[in-house]
Antibody
């Protein structure tokens, strides 16, 4: 079955960096676009970034453009989110999600909490 | 950026009743709209894609309709596990955006 497992979350000071991996299994990872979506505590969902199946195309929300980088290693079935210059408003649960056959988020990981605080 | 406005923010109903949730887009998204369900402490789950198509393993009591700027998610007869939060999402224009959510609560 499809499984997505995020890790790497934790408490980080403003201005610092963090990298989130998402390990994928149970499907042909290299055939699917992948996304990061976040949810601030008690708030709604915010799409963060997309990477195409082969990694050549990337899109970002304006709120993270220039600070966050999405990447993938298809040989390791792993998606990444490199987060630099973190701000308090980046505090959220970060989910990786598969862009399914109809391009929506059809499978999600359990999420990893990132807290940006001094 | 396309803004999706969901209404009502909270819907108070009883088990067995019909739920009608609305999502309005600030400009046309054609039929490129999805609905997700999120239970407390869990990731969202895809319910409906392209406005009216049920995702895999989604019960028939969930249905979606609409196109352009006005969309509806209908739950024909509420089960106890349906009293959670629902989000709409568009993929017509970048950036992809979500509505702010509708909470369905037990009356």
């Amino acid at each position: 079955q499809v499984r997505l497992v995020e890790s790497g979350g934790g408490v980080v000071r403003p201005g610092r960096s963090l990298r989130l991996p998402c390990a994928a299994s149970g499907f042909a990872f290299s055939s699917y676009a992948m996304h990061w979506v976040r949810q601030a505590p008690g708030k709604g969902l915010e799409w963060v970034a997309l990477i195409s199946y082969e990694g050549s195309d990337k899109y970002y929300a304006d709120s993270v453009k220039g600070r966050f980088t999405i990447s993938r290693d298809n040989s390791k079935n792993t998606l990444y989110l490199q987060m630099n210059s973190l701000r308090a408003e980046d505090t959220a649960v970060y989910y990786c999600a598969r862009g399914g056959d109809h391009r929506y988020f059809d499978y999600w990981g359990q999420g990893t909490l990132v807290t940006v605080s001094s | 950026e396309i803004v999706l406005t969901q209404s009502p923010a909270t819907l108070s109903l009883s088990p067995g009743e019909r739920a009608t949730l609305s999502c309005r887009a600030s400009q046309s998204v054609s039929a490129y709209l999805a609905w997700y369900q999120q239970k407390p402490g869990q990731a969202p789950r895809l319910l409906i894609y392209d406005a009216s198509n049920r995702a895999t393993d989604i019960p028939a009591r969930f249905s979606g309709s609409g196109s352009g700027t006005d969309f509806t998610l209908t739950i024909s007869s509420l089960e106890p596990e349906d009293f959670v939060v629902y989000y709409c999402q568009q993929r017509s224009n970048w950036p992809w955006t979500f509505g702010q959510g509708t909470k369905v609560e037990i009356k």
